[in-house]
């Protein structure tokens, strides 16, 4: 740490997806910027995840993120054999390699997310952080080790922020900063500068349900959401009910059916997320990214776990954060209500 002090160090943050793990990695710019604050953070994600970074850039008055560098990889690999991918990998490489890094920190433990290390440009001292070990629930793929000079043991159970803040305070060898100091992802007044949503449709008060996830088995049943939706709704609150794919969004409209007053929006994107997170008098949501987008922003948020375990990413860091159920152990309809009810009111909704 104390040779990184005496000059302006290059870091780069690698952390390519998804859109909660991402989210959740966000709090080490501001570890990083708060003990080197001349240091150049840059961070490689993939590009449909560039929005959660942007208002991290830096710009006048405020330092953050000096170079978001997008990673195309999932488009990539649909289209291997033509010219154009093969372009604009190199002219990936090429951004990539602008700049001689002093310090890179992986916290994926992913080939991919190694590969990327692999790939950029190093100072000759260089520290190349990253996992030794798995963590339960979590992707990994030890052969990533190899393209570290330093491995990070960190213990099996260990929730998502806490694993990337042990990764960065190894590589700059410093304290465990994990459940000692509070996280901080987006600047403080961010969510309230917001502008208010546009989406058609949309009235105040609102609540957002996010019931669906890429996993069968991490989803809150159909009645369940049905008995929340109609018990809000008839508070006067209205429920919106988005979705991701043309499955969910079956979903939402047979829940949508069911519940008075109920909105099922058109498809927006995770720039407009940000608007309609913040513009919600309430989030209710499964374990999915969009859920952690509105616990991460400080909304008042219900997260429900029902097949993941809820030491891995429970949002810990607000009083405007609840979290219900456990691993196989999903919440009932009426511990989902108080807590729901609760939180509206702590908002300032009369219910």
Not at 27 to 39: C, G, K, S, T
Not at 44 to 56: A, R, W
Not at 204 to 226: D, G, M
Not at 254 to 282: D, M, N, T
Request: net charge neutral; charged share 20%; proline share 6%.
């Amino acid at each position: 740490m104390s040779n990184l002090s005496a000059h302006h160090p290059k870091i780069l943050l690698v952390k390519l997806s998804s859109l909660g793990d991402v989210l959740h990695n966000l709090p080490i710019v501001w570890d990083l910027r708060q003990r080197l604050p001349n240091a150049q953070i840059d961070w490689v994600v993939e590009e449909g995840y560039v929005h959660l970074l942007k208002p991290l850039l830096s710009k006048e008055g405020f330092r953050g993120i000096d170079r978001i560098i997008p990673f195309g990889l999932r488009r990539w690999k649909k289209d291997l054999f033509n010219v154009q991918t093969w372009k604009q990998f190199f002219a990936f490489r090429k951004l990539l390699r602008q700049s001689a890094y002093d310090v890179i920190i992986e916290t994926q433990g992913l080939l991919k997310s190694a590969l990327v290390c692999a790939l950029a440009n190093k100072s000759p001292d260089a520290v190349v952080a990253g996992l030794a070990n798995a963590t339960e629930y979590s992707g990994y793929e030890p052969i990533a080790r190899y393209f570290y000079n330093q491995s990070v043991q960190v213990p099996t159970q260990c929730h998502a922020v806490d694993r990337s803040r042990e990764v960065m305070s190894s590589a700059l060898d410093l304290p465990s900063l994990s459940r000692i100091e509070a996280p901080q992802f987006y600047p403080p007044s961010f969510a309230n500068d917001l502008q208010a949503s546009s989406l058609e449709g949309l009235h105040q008060p609102y609540v957002l349900c996010f019931h669906s996830t890429a996993r069968e088995a991490k989803r809150w049943s159909s009645e369940n959401w049905i008995t929340l939706g109609q018990e809000i709704a008839r508070r006067g609150v209205q429920i919106v009910l988005p979705w991701g794919n043309a499955a969910e969004k079956a979903v939402s409209i047979e829940l949508a059916a069911q519940i008075p007053g109920s909105l099922v929006p058109r498809a927006f994107s995770i720039e407009e997320a940000f608007s309609i997170i913040a513009g919600a008098a309430l989030t209710v949501g499964v374990d999915t990214g969009l859920t952690h987008l509105a616990a991460v922003l400080g909304r008042p948020t219900v997260e429900i776990y029902c097949d993941s375990p809820l030491w891995k990413t429970e949002g810990y860091w607000s009083e405007n954060i609840c979290n219900l159920g456990d691993m196989q152990a999903p919440p009932s309809s009426s511990e989902v209500i108080s807590a729901s009810l609760s939180l509206l009111n702590k908002s300032g909704v009369q219910t």
